[in-house]
T-cell receptor
């Protein structure tokens, strides 16, 4: 299946630093979602974006839905050790009753104490 | 928020045997569920869309006869890996959209399948 271009692939940062990651696509999506996955577990939804240009925050997380509807970014401010994990963007097209997600390749985040 | 469970959480089987994985939406109904496969250090790849009361829709390259999907009720979908081989070893994850939350998809905890 199709994948989104997500970057960076991995990041090593110091605790307290801010983090930014982004996803781009050649296709337009109606919804952008950001998930976090811990080892051996399923993805957990962090933020959902529904409108082009929308900027949404969830605690220390901020995400934006690009104006072109082909990109999105996620920022994490003042990182802490529990932020470690893999972050995935996902684009969603609404075609009839199907709500299929197309996932990015993931960003592995490591927070150093 | 909505909860999706999977059973078993991990399974080890011999090559040639079949394995059934269950996906349940615990506090909401899901007419559609999705099955994903994830290899180590890779992203989630959609395998099929499970539809309650009708046949599943498979993604290109996914063998229908090998990965049998049955959406038995509005809260249960099963994935059966038939005649499993070592290359089928992977992390299988299901998800379900929650209509009350603007169709936000909630994922199960995943099932780790190891075929010896």
């Amino acid at each position: 299946g199709q994948q989104l271009n997500q970057s960076p692939q991995s990041m090593f940062i110091q605790e307290g630093e801010d983090v930014s990651m982004n996803c781009t696509s050649s296709s337009i999506f109606n919804t952008w979602l950001w998930y976090k996955q811990d080892p051996g577990e399923g993805p957990v939804l962090l933020i959902a974006l529904y409108k082009a240009g929308e900027l949404t925050s969830n605690g220390r997380l901020t995400a934006q839905f690009g104006i072109t509807r082909k990109d999105s970014f996620l920022n994490i401010s003042a990182s802490i050790p529990s932020d470690v994990g893999i972050y995935f963007c996902a684009g969603q097209l609404q075609a009839g009753s199907a709500r299929q997600l197309t996932f990015g390749s993931g960003t592995q985040l490591t927070v150093l104490p | 928020g909505a909860v999706v469970s999977q059973h078993p959480s991990w399974v080890i089987c011999k090559s040639g045997t079949s394995v059934k994985i269950e996906c349940r939406s615990l506090d909401f109904q899901a007419t559609t569920m999705f099955w994903y496969r994830q290899f180590p250090k890779q992203s989630l790849m959609l395998m099929a869309t499970s539809n309650e009361g009708s046949k599943a829709t498979y993604e290109q390259g996914v063998e229908k006869d090998k990965f049998l999907i049955n959406h038995a009720s509005l809260t249960l979908s099963t994935l059966t890996v038939t005649s499993a081989h070592p290359e089928d070893s992977s992390f299988y994850i299901c998800s379900a959209p929650w209509l009350a939350a603007a169709d936000e998809q909630f994922f199960g905890p995943g099932t780790r399948l190891t075929v010896l």
